[in-house]
């Protein structure tokens, strides 16, 4: 059991906030909120540990709804800053294939993407996993039964390494088994034994202790075909899991037209992905006319301004989003396209280039973004907001220094404010996973010290 106290201010929804009360938490979810957690202490037996948040802001956990955590060893690479989508994937490719895609590359990436993600305040992260070992033989279509009961099971080996990372360090995943050019039946033959492995008999992907979820993600429908989507698809359906994919930035646009003469989310709704089921991430060059279909088909999306800025994608129209219905999470997208993990510089990014595409948004709506809106996106309602019967995942954030005096609200400066901001303490599941801006299940030289010695630069 652990007592939050002292809290200068609690953010408890969007639009929910009460002042200088405690929180109680206990056995992975909060039992107690202000007055409550005073009456809910009162009658509670057993040890308590008591969090002092004295002149600090409690936040939910932010949830990242987009990253690619491999991403996170090869960051500011030459040649990936500046340059057309067409250069990008080259010169990224070129780098996976001299470290070698396998198990113990992403152990070290993801302990890594996923530390910093804690570190910054990020108790949830989908990881949209879309660059796999190269199949072998002369491609998918020509590997016997057995070579491609291998190949799988190398995904799900790289799969496990990835939840482990998670798992080490205390933090929620939601793993995106993706494809990008992926031959169809082999994606689908992965992401099947993925669930097996990862959470076999799970409703809707989820596992029992909510730690760890599945998902399915072709890249988009500049990289995969008609078919994939359908076997992937098909996997969803009989698993219950969500399904995530990318659309509309420039790039994704031009393509879609060249090849098929249509736009990306005409494609995706004669697909059938355009559902309540689906979140798209990016959406930067959308129509007035799309934002009514994506509305209409229950669609989410992941705003990651912190990508599609650098990569010259544009601003993704979010107030025009929201206002016509649509749930928009926050996404930082991979170290390839934006070199950090931190969701909170990208919150303060999103509401500094809204005004740029539509009316402005608010501190506390962005906040919502990267809080309930991702979770939302994510089909986990227990996310991204502080209730009793919610899922014990918050931030404690220092708002009493330098960096915060002369701030007359102190949620709008957990944005304006210190751009860099860092939580004090992190707490997911009811365990403190961050205590005094130090991982409590790691240590940060030995993260780094591993991903230099796999991948030396």
């Known amino acids: 059991m652990l007592e939050v106290t002292g809290a200068t201010r609690l953010l408890l929804d969007e639009g929910v906030e009460i002042d200088g009360e405690s929180l109680l938490l206990d056995r992975g979810i909060v039992v107690g909120v202000g007055s409550q957690a005073h009456i809910s202490v009162d009658s509670a037996g057993g040890p308590r540990e008591t969090l002092d948040a004295t002149g600090c802001l409690v936040t939910p956990g932010l949830v990242n709804a987009h990253h690619h955590l491999l991403q996170s060893a090869f960051r500011t690479l030459p040649g990936t800053r500046g340059v057309p989508m067409a250069e990008w994937l080259p010169t990224m490719a070129a780098a996976y294939a001299e470290a070698r895609i396998n198990a113990s590359l992403l152990a070290a990436s993801a302990a890594v993407g996923l530390a910093e993600g804690l570190l910054n305040g990020v108790t949830t992260v989908a990881d949209h996993m879309l660059n796999w070992p190269a199949a072998p033989g002369a491609g998918a279509e020509a590997l ?235 089909g986990r309602q227990e996310l991204g907001h502080l209730a009793v019967g919610a899922a014990a995942d918050l931030c404690v954030w220092d708002v009493s220094g330098v960096a915060d005096a002369g701030v007359a609200d102190p949620v709008a400066g957990l944005l304006w404010a210190a751009p860099g901001r860092r939580p004090k303490h992190v707490v997911v599941a009811g365990r403190v996973v961050v205590r005094d801006y130090r991982l409590v299940g790691a240590d940060e030289a030995e993260l780094v010290a591993a991903l230099r010695a796999r991948v030396p630069r």
């Open 144 to 378: 016997t039964a057995d070579a491609r009961d291998k190949y799988v099971a190398q995904t799900v080996s790289i799969a496990e390494s990835i939840a482990g990372a998670a798992e080490r360090l205390g933090a929620r995943l939601v793993f995106v088994r993706g494809s990008a050019r992926d031959d169809p039946a082999t994606a689908a033959a992965s992401a099947e034994a993925i669930v097996e492995a990862l959470v076999p008999g799970a409703v809707g992907g989820v596992r029992d202790d909510g730690m760890l979820q599945v998902a399915v993600g072709p890249a988009g429908v500049h990289s995969d075909s008609a078919a994939t989507f359908e076997a992937l698809g098909e996997v969803a359906a009989r698993h219950g899991l969500r399904r995530r994919t990318q659309a509309n930035e420039q790039v994704d646009t031009a393509i879609a037209l060249e090849r098929y003469g249509r736009r990306p989310l005409e494609l995706l709704e004669e697909w059938g992905w355009l559902a309540p089921d689906v979140t798209i991430a990016h959406l930067c060059d959308v129509t007035p006319a799309e934002i009514e279909r994506l509305a209409a088909a229950g669609v989410s999306a992941t705003h990651a301004p912190g990508c599609d800025l650098p990569m010259g994608w544009g601003v993704a129209p979010v107030a025009a989003l929201r206002e016509a219905g649509v749930t928009v999470g926050l996404g930082t997208s991979g170290g390839g396209s934006n070199d950090a993990g931190h969701l909170l510089a990208d919150a303060r990014l999103a509401m500094q280039v809204a005004p740029l595409v539509g009316p402005a948004l608010s501190a506390r709506e962005v906040l919502g973004m990267a809080t309930r809106g991702g979770a939302q996106g994510l």
